[in-house]
């Protein structure tokens, strides 16, 4: 077999660095040279373990290794020769945790920005798809290439001294891996506030389950109440995580339940649990954007988010946070740019105008839900805010 052009077609596929390896001084030193940025906190990219590593590895496995860092590598080999494939990593650079990482490695915050160029000049990818692609390129050089077992090196030595390999099922370790690094990355990605990520995430999850279920299993899955409630609260307990109020988390999921109980087909249910989910993460962003105001301004802003189809008043509001009703007024149009009563009315045709679009409820039940008893002065509310009155903006 040609290995050049094996590692061609692999590194071309997946846009990731490998390279046949020598157990000898020379190709370790150049590959930790080129590919280890510290060694204490990648100790496994070293000379020294990968002489260990290769001295011990088995045929017909692959070893994933993950450092400090959470970069990765995969060492296997094949026809009779050792690949290293990588570094990839499976996840975004979080400032925050490397920032915590060199602080428990007693290293200095100097290096984060170089840190950060080093991670973000790898590709990312998950194990599920370099073990299917990486096996695929085997198969199309030595059709009769044997399943691949799974082996997590992380405490290294220790790791390789057993001979517990995970070895092929109905489902393979490498997809239960990659199943709860998706799940993981779900709940993350709430907690980050990232709506985009949330929306990849669940739609991975759905189309992993649907891809692995039968007809009559996917319609249980579609009216299993057991199964909302366990996603309801890892998600409420992600928005927790994330910062956002309890009482907001509990608004949404309440309103949720309701939704569920009365829908009728598989559809509806999917989308209430996808709005849920959408709705939690909408409140974490919003909730870490507030952090850039004063906990007065925080707290007002609070408030309104809940109440804003109620009576609010400026006496309640100042009365509430212990300040003086002209220093409330001040402060809100000095941090908010617009004055109370304009961020309650913005709010609220805001929220009618989401109900026009999604709803259908008339004009008048719409106006009385955000807030507006007078269903004439929420048209002349709506009509100012958004240049057309409520039913000119349902149909248009």
Not at 18 to 24: K, M, R
Not at 57 to 67: C, L, M, N, P
Not at 178 to 191: A, G, P, V
């Amino acid at each position: 077999m040609n290995e050049k052009i094996f590692m061609g077609f692999v590194a071309n596929i997946l846009g990731i660095r490998i390279c046949s390896i020598a157990n000898d001084n020379a190709s370790l030193d150049s590959f930790e040279q080129q590919n280890c940025f510290e060694k204490t906190l990648q100790p496994m990219y070293t000379a020294e373990y990968l002489h260990y590593l290769l001295e011990n590895a088995k045929k017909e496995v692959f070893y994933e290794i993950t450092d400090y860092l959470n970069t990765n590598l995969i060492l296997f080999c094949f026809d009779n020769t050792c690949y290293l494939l990588g570094p990839y990593v499976k996840n975004t650079f979080s400032s925050l945790e490397m920032q915590e990482l060199l602080a428990s490695h007693k290293l200095p915050a100097s290096i984060l920005l170089p840190l950060k160029l080093y991670y973000d000049q790898f590709p990312q990818l998950s194990y599920s798809m370099i073990h299917g692609t990486v096996l695929a390129a085997m198969r199309t050089f030595i059709p009769n290439t044997p399943e691949f077992s799974y082996r997590k090196l992380t405490g290294f030595h220790e790791d390789l001294k057993t001979d517990k390999l995970i070895l092929e099922s109905n489902n393979t370790y490498y997809q239960i891996i990659d199943r709860y690094e998706t799940e993981n990355y779900f709940l993350r990605k709430i907690s980050d506030g990232d709506i985009d990520g949330v929306r990849m995430a669940f739609e991975s999850i759905a189309s992993n389950y649907y891809a692995n279920t039968s007809q009559s299993q996917r319609s249980l899955y579609s009216t299993d109440w057991n199964g909302f409630a366990i996603l309801r609260t890892l998600a409420r307990k992600a928005a927790e995580a994330g910062g956002c109020p309890v009482v907001k988390i509990d608004e949404i999921a309440q309103e949720s339940i309701q939704k569920f109980a009365s829908a009728r087909t598989g559809s509806e249910l999917d989308k209430i649990q996808k709005d849920m989910l959408i709705r939690l993460t909408q409140a974490v962003h919003d909730t870490k954007h507030m952090s850039q105001y004063s906990p007065v301004i925080r707290n007002v802003l609070n408030y309104i988010s809940i109440n804003y189809s109620q009576d609010i008043s400026l006496h309640e509001l100042s009365d509430t946070n212990h300040v003086s009703e002209e220093h409330l007024s001040r402060l809100f149009k000095k941090e908010m740019g617009i004055t109370l009563t304009a961020y309650i009315a913005d709010l609220r045709t805001k929220k009618a105008a989401e109900l026009l679009k999604t709803s259908m409820l008339s004009v008048a039940e719409i106006a009385m839900y955000v807030g507006y008893p007078d269903s004439n002065y929420f048209v002349k509310v709506f009509k100012k805010r958004y240049g057309m009155t409520p039913s000119a903006y349902r149909s248009y």
